[in-house]
Every structure is written in C-alpha cells, then in structure tokens.
C-alpha cells in the first residue's frame, strides 16, 4: 500500500474520530442539558412521567346532615342513581330491543313508551356507546334501582352519584331550605345560610404505579383525606312538627287562606320548637315551589290585638293599670278622628278595663295609651319588648318592623295592634318575657353544631335573656287576664279552651292594605286572624302562635276557626306529649302527672307486653316474630293516648311490613322510625297506598312511598259561639 493512500486512509480516520467526537459531545451535552432542565422542546418531563406513572383517585366527602333536636334526620346526603343505557354494538351487554325494553321501564319511570324506544332507536342508528334516558331516569332511589334490576332487561345499567334528599318531605321547608340535587348550589334555607359548615371537600389517594396501572411496590400512598360538612343539630322536635304540618295542610285544604304561619316555642329558653308556612313545598321536588318566603321571620304585618297582651303589660308595670276601674267603651275622640270598638263602636257600656281586655276593646287600649301610659312610656316599653328591632334570630331573611310614631293617634292605634307592623318572630320573643317570668329570651333554631370527622361541638347555642321589660308579678298577672279571655264568657278567646288545661292567650283581628288604594280590604274573611297562646298559665311550657291569612270562611264562620283548629290541636298534641296532662297542677316548677306514661319494655318479653298494653286499650303492632322487644315506639316516658299504636320491634331476623291502610301521618313516622326507613310522604291525612305490599320481607333503611289523603269530612267542630266578634275592623273614622 503506497504512502499518500495510507495517508489519506489516516485522514480519514481523523475525520470520523473528530465528526464522533463532536456528536458524541453533542449528546452528552444534551443530556446534561436535559438533566439539568428537566425539559424537551418546553414540555416539563417530570410532570410528563408523573402523569404518566402517577395515579391519583379522588375520595368524595359528605355534606353536613341537619338534624332534630333528638337526632331525627332532616337533610342529608345519600347516593342516587342515573340509568345509562349501553348501545355500544362490540358489548354483549348491550339493549337489543328498543321496544321492549321500553315497555316495561316506562311503568317504572313513569315516562311515555314511544318516548323511551326513540331515544333508544336514534342512539342505536347513530351509533352510540350509551345514553341516558332524560326525565324520570336521573335521582333514581335505592329502591326504584332494585325495581328495575328486578326486570333484567339487557343493556340497562346505572351510574352512582349522590345527592341531597330530604326524608320528612313538606316538612319545616323554610326552614331547612334546599339544595340543588346534586348539591352544587344551596338555594334558601339553612342550606343556605350554613353553606360553608355544612359544605365538603373532597379528598384523593395518590400513587406510583406501572404502565398497568398496579401501584409499585414499597412506594408510599398521598392520601388527602375528605372533609366532611359539620353536621346541624337544629332546636325543630319533630314529634311536635309533624302534628303542626298535618294540621296546617288540613286547614289548608279546607279554607284557601293567601297564607298561613305558625310557631311553637319554650318560654324558658327561646328554643323553637316547631316553624310552618303555608304555602310550603317539598324540598325533594323544588321544582314545584311557589312560596320561597318564611312569613314567621320575613314578613312584618299589623299584628291586631295580640298586641294589646303588651301595652297592658307595660300599664300593669307602670302602676296605672287599675283592672277595675270602669271606662266607657264604644267610642273614643282622639284629635279628629275617632276610635271605634268592634262592635260597630257601639260598645259594652261603662265597663272595667279587665272587661275591655277579655272583650279586646280598641277604646280600653286607647286609653291606656294616652291617658294612662301616655306615648312616650308606651313607645319605651315597646322597645324593651324588642319591636324595633330584630330579634337576631339564627334564620335568614329577617324582616325589619315599622313602628308609626308621628302623630298622637299612631300611639293609640299601635297599642291596639293597627298601623304599626311587627314580625310574628317579634311577637315569639316579647311573649316569652310575659311566660317567663319577666325575662325575654332571644329565639333560636340551631342547637348546635359538630364537626363528624372528629366529634367535636363546634358551636354550642345556649338560652339567652336579651331583656327584662317587666318583672315576673306583672308577668303573672297578664297571664291571669290572658287566661280570663279563653275561660270568661266575655272573652273573645272562647274557641282556644282546650278541656283541663290552663290556656292563656290572646286573639288578634288584623285589617290588610287595600294594594290596589288607600284604606283597607273589606269583607267577610278579609283579615289577618291569629291567636297567641300560652300554656299551662301557671307555669308555661309552651308558646304557640297562629297567623291565617284571608282564609275562604263561610258566611256563619268566624276567623277564628281556621285558626283555633290549629291552635287547639297542637297545643293539645303538644301538652300530651310533653307528658303534661289534662289533670296536671302547678306545684312551683313541677307538675303532678296524673295521667299514663309508658313504661320501659324493651328486653320484655314479647307476648307478655302486648297483652298488658292491649288490656289498657291500646293497639299494639309486633314488628318481627321476635321473642324480646329490642326497641319501642312511643319510647318510655311518652304520655298514651287511648287507643294509641304502640310499635315494638323483636329480636326478629325478619321483619314482615304491615298494613299501614288508614294510619295516621304520626304513625306512619313511628315506624319509619322504628325500622330506619326512608319514608317519601305524598299528600296529607291518612294511608291510602304504600309501595312495599303488606307482608313483603323489608329491610333496615328500605326506601318506601307512602300515599295519604284526607277523609271526606274533617273530624274537626268548626261551628263558634255567636258571641265571639272580630275585634279590630274598621275602628278609626274621621269625625
């Protein structure tokens, strides 16, 4: 080989040793460039592998449940069911026949068949992995899920999601509020206002796994764990709640009124015990509502007489309150206008002012306003009751009052109860100072709050004195003239006498502004009726207060019947329930019960229970062929009423459901409660159907629909003595 070819081989060779070089410098480089920059062309390759290699599950949380006082659930979240049908044609589990599968799902779903087939039809021509079948087939319950399953209809499958659901139905729905169903936005309510205890946030599981998807080993979890919503533990008993919506939708029913409201409250504490409005809705079909307004709390309106319970508080604790000090009734001339008795201001003649007070006599008040408290006082004790201001209550919405103060005349008319608007939660909490004693106590819902990831009482309510405007012997002492207007045969509260118990109240006539020009509506049943009542007098447990609004009475109906039918039947129901009896006496803070009290029977055995109870007269329902009672409805200490169902649950491994036809809504609840089941209430009045067929196996937490209606006739005595009158219309003239 010659010396220049060796020489240009050896050039070569350079060449190529250098060109390696460089790309091999190159890529080193590049490596090194990598590795230090961790990126390619703007891409970030540790968030790629991550991605890539990561896997990362979220873990859903749980809104707040809202309770009542005893723990009975209100509001809370609980999986829901969307159908998907799968019309993917590579899947063997695919709908193959639209037109029968529609057949038998429409029943369920309640949809129309030819509906259902052309979704069906059109998905399959389009060809669609899978549909969803709209209306109907979304919010599916547990047991709608397991009705459907039961048909074993190709194709047909669900997807799991939760949602907001609401147990009781038309139940304190002002109060509770809603949400929309999948939770993503709370709409009024508590829902509302306590969005931000009561909402979630969701948690995830995070880890390293192969291209397979399985996690590697020895390789640490991230776990972000869920947050729960605090759970809301309200002051609502619902054993008194129930029998006031009941109640409400039978007057409803019967009498139209524009609107309705209603609160029970404890006189000791400020704890509402029970809050209703007509029109209401159920919150699991919000949909359909047509009243968003809360009147306890959102509405101010002339309150009528009731508001004479606190002038004549304020003249009693001023000292100008002579009881028997007679007074010409009729008329009164106050600058040029003249005050006018309900009676066509024809008046009683020359009677006392404990008359004027059982008769609700405008004159008596009217004096007692300018002449005797004069309107300086009066107006100072009517901000002691706290009329003008809110009461802060731990609801939304509260309305504002509007005290007329201008003229010598507003006095006079506000002490009656006309041209001044108040709230009916107002009125709730000046009365607590007449049942307590003195003492006014601040009116509250939420009992308490509790974080359910650690248990802890996050806030705790505890009864609140916001005044004392007058001391506890005037407090006594309206009491016993309130109790005069229900007992008296001059008194306008006839209708509110409930036998055995020390009733005290006072009833109230209101006038409404005409919307369509000055003055107001006239008419029979053109006026705002409500009753405020207090019991035992001697030594309250209870407030209630009714308000009806232009109800649809007969020509020979007083106001007061809508209004004493509620009033009269949860007063009752309550008294009963809170074991007072008809027979009870004061004795300081106790009460001599002298009435039956269910004993304890659980672990008794079973057979020898009911025949003591069924002796008493009582209808006792065994749930289970059990031996032993493991559980009871009433539970021990509960006033009986005769003939009351008496619920016990054995040591039965199955539970046969029973015949429900003509139940009561209460008993209804009482095996709702006895056997957690999810009760969906349709209608009011009594069981006319039930989803699950008598005898049918049931299980814990089984989802069941009842259907109520009312009997044809309502049970109830409407008519009124002919000497009860409407006491506060038309009542101020021009002379």
């Known amino acids: 080989m010659g010396t220049a070819k060796l020489n240009k081989m050896n050039i070569r060779a350079v060449v190529l040793l250098i060109v390696f070089l460089l790309l091999f410098s190159l890529l080193v480089g590049r490596v090194g460039y990598i590795q230090f920059n961790k990126t390619v062309n703007g891409q970030e390759l540790e968030g790629i592998a991550e991605d890539r290699w990561t896997r990362k599950y979220p873990v859903e949380g749980k809104r707040g449940t809202i309770f009542d006082r005893f723990g009975d ?6 999986p829901s069911y969307t159908l998907v ?84 139905q038309t139940f304190a729905s002002h109060v509770i509020g809603y949400t ?59 054993n008194i709640q129930m029998a006031l919506e009941q109640i409400m939708s039978q ?82 001339q106050i600058g040029g206008r003249r005050v006018r008795d309900h009676n066509q201001g024809l008046g009683w003649g020359k009677i006392p002012f404990d008359e004027g007070f059982q008769r609700s006599s405008n004159v008596a008040y009217s004096i007692l ?22 009461t802060g209550i731990d609801l939304p919405n509260e309305a504002s009052s509007l005290i007329a103060d201008s003229y010598r005349i507003d006095a006079a008319t506000t002490a009656f109860g006309q041209g001044s608007a108040i709230t009916p939660i107002q009125q709730i909490q000046a009365a607590t100072a007449i049942a307590n004693g003195g003492k006014m106590m601040k009116p509250y819902i939420i009992d308490r709050m509790v974080n359910p990831n650690t248990g802890e009482v996050v806030t705790k309510t505890e009864p609140t004195i916001v005044g004392e405007p007058i001391s506890s012997t005037t407090a006594k002492r309206v009491l016993e003239l309130m109790e ?21 109240g006072k009833t109230g006539t209101a006038e409404i502004s005409n919307p369509n020009g000055p003055g107001y509506l006239s008419g029979h049943g053109q006026y705002i009726y409500s009753f405020m009542g207090v019991a035992p007098r001697s030594n309250p447990q209870l407030i209630v207060y009714v308000a009806v609004d232009r109800p649809k009475i007969e020509i020979y109906e007083q106001g007061s019947a809508p209004v004493s039918q509620i009033f009269t039947s949860v007063m009752k129901h309550s008294l009963q329930y809170l074991n007072i009896s008809p027979n009870a006496r004061a004795t300081g803070t106790q009460f001599i019960d002298e009435g039956s009290l269910i004993e304890d029977y659980v672990d008794e055995t079973t057979l020898s229970a009911k025949a003591e109870l069924e002796n008493l007269g009582l209808d006792v329902h065994v749930m289970g062929t059990g031996n032993k009672i493991v559980a009871q409805v009433p539970r021990k200490g509960t006033m009986l009423l005769p003939g009351e169902k008496i619920l016990f649950k054995t040591n039965s491994t199955t539970f046969p459901m029973p015949n429900i036809t003509n139940w009561s809504l209460r008993d209804v609840m009482k095996l709702a409660d006895l056997l957690e089941l999810n009760a969906n209430i349709i209608g009011t009045g009594f069981v006319r159907e039930q989803s699950i067929l008598p005898a049918t196996e049931i299980e814990i937490g089984d989802y069941i629909v009842i259907e109520l209606t009312l009997p044809n006739q309502m049970d109830v005595d409407v008519s009124l003595p002919v000497e009860e009158e409407e006491e506060d219309t038309k009542i101020i003239t021009m002379d």
């Open 73 to 78: 659930v209100l509001a809370e979240e609980i």
């Open 85 to 168: 049908a799968i019309l993917d044609k590579n899947s063997r589990n695919r709908v193959e026949d639209p037109k029968l599968t529609a057949e038998k799902l429409a029943p369920v779903v309640q949809r129309n068949v030819e509906d259902i087939e052309r979704i069906l039809s059109t998905g399959l021509a389009d060809g669609r992995f899978q549909v969803e079948l709209g209306v109907g087939t979304k919010n599916l319950s547990l047991e709608t899920k397991r009705e459907i399953e039961e048909l074993q209809l190709k194709g047909i499958t669900f997807r799991k999601e939760p949602r907001r659901y609401y147990p009781k």
């Open 180 to 238: 929309e169903r999948d939770m993503s936005r709370a709409r009024m309510g508590l829902e509302s206002s306590l969005n931000e205890y009561l909402d979630k946030e969701d948690g995830f599981i995070q880890y390293l796994s192969d291209r397979k998807g399985i996690k590697l080993p020895n390789i640490e979890e991230v776990i972000e764990t869920p947050q729960n919503g605090f759970d809301v533990f309200l002051t609502i008993d619902s």
């Open 251 to 332: 007057v409803e029913e019967r009498y139209e009124p524009e609107r309705m409201m209603a609160i029970v409250a404890d006189p000791k504490t400020g704890a509402i015990l029970a809050m209703s409005n007509r029109p209401s809705f159920n919150p699991n079909f919000y949909e359909e509502i047509t009243n968003y307004t809360n009147f306890t709390i959102s509405s101010r309106f002339e309150p009528g007489s009731t508001m004479k319970m606190y002038t004549l508080a304020a003249a009693i604790e001023e000292g100008v309150y002579e009881g028997s000090e007679l007074y010409q009734s009729g008329s009164y």
């Open 369 to 390: 306003a300018l002449e005797k408290l004069g309107p300086d006082r009066l107006y100072y004790y009517l901000d002691r009751f706290g009329f003008r201001a809110s």
């Open 484 to 504: 005069s207007v229900v007992t008296s045969p001059a008194g306008t509260g006839k209708p509110y006498y409930i036998e055995g118990f020390e009733i005290a």
